[in-house]
């Protein structure tokens, strides 16, 4: 490729080389992106995969949850992210375990009825609580200078955080859980897509878990109206108002600091 006139090069038109390239190109910067795909978006393009179905599908992302509040409102983004009511579903021989996103009578009705007490119940309940008091320690590190893993700890209970953070997820889900449905409800946020294990001394298993809890500081995963379509279309707008140039169809074969 030709050098390029732009003072700062952005290889890849995905979500988070938009929201970089337009953080940039507000500061007075000169910007340019170069993707090699013919559209831009990455993770969260979606395209009409159905010949004469006028339906937009994403190929990876479909919803939203680790995009932060104050991203959206700094850029300006006209995006509408709805909550779902349900957070899961899971068949159990003719009936299920149902989970509310605000947790309420149909969650606990569901929790005894598949484990005939209020035990596992109560135990999902405190499981909860911590979630909710980590995720509000851990989400701002998002989009802040990270702070000193002693100042995280310190700030919430020792013993969740070691169990989160420092020791194999599969030991906590054992040791709090006993019914395999919930074990198996707790742990598909810590494995999906991980191709790790309940164990595995990594701790990948725990980094995908708490990536999956701590959006917006209580992990709820909202749906954009429009599709994940529409969450591309807002970051092309919001770039291209700044000045970002584009190009698509450019793969970068190298690159040669000047």
Not at 119 to 139: C, K, M, N, P, T
Not at 220 to 238: F, K
């Amino acid at each position: 490729m030709t050098r390029s006139r732009s003072e700062i090069v952005v290889i890849g038109g995905g979500h988070n080389g938009l929201v970089a390239a337009t953080y940039l190109a507000r500061t007075g910067c000169q910007v340019s992106i170069i993707e090699a795909r013919s559209e831009l978006g990455g993770a969260v393009a979606s395209k009409e995969v159905f010949d004469g179905v006028a339906a937009r599908l994403s190929r990876f992302s479909y919803l939203v949850s680790l995009l932060p509040n104050s991203i959206i409102e700094e850029l300006g983004l006209r995006l509408e992210l709805r909550p779902r009511q349900v957070r899961s579903y899971t068949p159990v021989d003719s009936s299920g375990l149902l989970i509310e996103r605000q947790e309420g009578r149909i969650t606990r009705d569901s929790f005894r009825a598949l484990t005939g007490d209020e035990r596992e119940y109560q135990a999902w309940s405190e499981f909860e609580a911590g979630l909710r008091e980590l995720a509000a320690v851990l989400e701002p590190t998002l989009t802040e200078p990270l702070p000193r893993v002693s100042a995280l700890r310190a700030q919430v209970d020792q013993e969740f955080w070691a169990s989160m953070v420092e020791r194999p997820l599969g030991q906590f889900i054992e040791a709090r859980f006993a019914d395999d449905t919930v074990r198996g409800v707790v742990l598909t946020d810590a494995m999906i897509g991980s191709l790790t294990s309940a164990h595995d001394p990594s701790l990948r298993q725990n980094r995908c878990f708490l990536y999956h809890m701590i959006g917006n500081g209580n992990g709820e995963w909202r749906v954009p109206v429009g599709g994940m379509g529409a969450v591309t279309a807002e970051l092309v707008r919001v770039a291209q108002e700044a000045g970002v140039s584009i190009r698509l169809g450019c793969p970068v074969d190298a690159i040669k600091p000047l």
